[in-house]
């Protein structure tokens, strides 16, 4: 336990061969339980995950009579059980294997299952490659255990030298994706997004609705969507990020396009949940107006340059009303913007070193 919470740690693993065994084994010991998800790996990854739960020397969980307590799934043949085969527990792993690969989201969401099922207070996701240091862990906890958030990431772009061994390729989009992120979910001091080291409290995975949770690599971006709708607050914590050996199966022409998409979706959503249907905010007015205006803005001046150059018609009157439309509807998006700034200023603090 730590500082009376129950730590619960949810590792997905693909062809994680060579690094996951290390990983398990630099688990902290006040860590009571961990999830190692084998996503349907072709090499050796399952039988390093056991060799490694036998090599495990902490203590096992135990219940108030001093008793070991082994998981117990009780969903009675729903949602976990029907998405992977769980074993039983050696001393403090889990072992879990997906009957199909399900990606790095699916098996992010079938350890956050198994943690509900055991009712634990507190549950880490972090990755099975070594890119994430467990001697940082507590700076996640605290916040939830200090009632200070409901949920906490990690932030590699906060400090230049936390950053500096991110490849080039890494950070830029990791920037994009950082803003469009920010617009989506609400949480505007929040960065660094695609971050997979974090830690939920029961609470908030007892109530974000983590069955619909999106099963691709964005899924963080689309828990963080779900957390603002239902009002939760989040840590930004300051963590260095650790490159070494692995490699990334992340193939980015797919991914841009399917988190772009899951993001513009996911914005609409949380717009129509939390200012529309759950409560009421103009916010929601002023985004809707606003992105009319900018679009008929935008296809008034395409027509404008049409009409001068194909047609010869003037430009001054269609150019500079079009401009102004899409100088009005930005003005629009801009308040839009400020105005959901105010809303979730009080549900995001930020953890620095």
């Known amino acids: ?104 989201g699916g098996a992010i969401k079938t350890g956050y299952l198994a943690a509900l099922e055991d009712k634990i207070d507190i549950t880490v996701t972090m990755d099975g490659d070594g890119q994430m240091d467990p001697d940082y862990m507590p700076r996640l906890l605290d916040p939830i255990v200090e009632d200070e958030a409901d949920y906490a990431k990690a932030n590699r772009l906060l400090y230049r030298e936390f950053r500096e061994d991110m490849p080039i390729f890494r950070f830029l989009g990791n920037s994009i994706l950082t803003f469009l992120t920010k617009v989506a979910s609400g949480y505007w001091k929040t960065m660094d997004p695609q971050n997979g080291y974090t830690a939920i409290s029961n609470y908030a995975l007892e109530n974000v609705g983590i069955e619909m949770m999106y099963e691709y690599y964005g899924y963080c971006n689309d828990l963080l969507v779900k957390l603002n709708a239902k009002g939760m607050r989040v840590a930004d914590v300051a963590v260095p ?57 935008m296809m008034g001046l395409g027509w404008s340059l049409y009409a001068k150059f194909m047609l010869g018609n003037s430009l001054f009157v269609r150019g500079s009303t079009s401009i102004l439309v899409f100088s009005i509807g930005s003005m629009f998006m801009m308040f839009a913007m400020l105005f959901d700034m105010q809303v979730n200023e009080s549900k995001e603090i930020q953890v620095r070193a």
Request: charged content about 25%.
């Open 241 to 297: 990020a650790i490159y070494g050996d692995e490699e990334s199966s992340i193939d980015y022409t797919t991914y841009i396009r399917k988190v772009s998409v899951m993001l513009l979706q996911n914005f609409l959503w949380r717009l129509k949940v939390k200012y529309l249907v759950l409560d009421f905010h103009p916010l929601a007015l002023f985004y809707v107006f606003g992105a009319l205006m900018t679009t008929l803005g």
């Open 1 to 104: 336990m730590y500082r009376d919470h129950t730590v619960g740690v949810v590792m997905p693993a693909y062809n994680e061969e060579g690094l996951i065994g290390d990983v398990i084994l630099t688990i902290p010991e006040y860590v009571d339980v961990i999830y190692v998800i084998d996503d349907c790996s072709t090499d050796g990854t399952w039988e390093e995950i056991y060799e490694a739960a036998k090599q495990d020397e902490a203590t096992e969980l135990e219940d108030q009579q001093g008793k070991t307590s082994k998981t117990v799934f009780a969903d009675g043949g729903g949602l976990l059980s029907n998405r992977a085969e769980v074993y039983d527990q050696i001393e403090r792993v889990v072992p879990i294997q997906h009957r199909e690969n399900m990606g790095a």
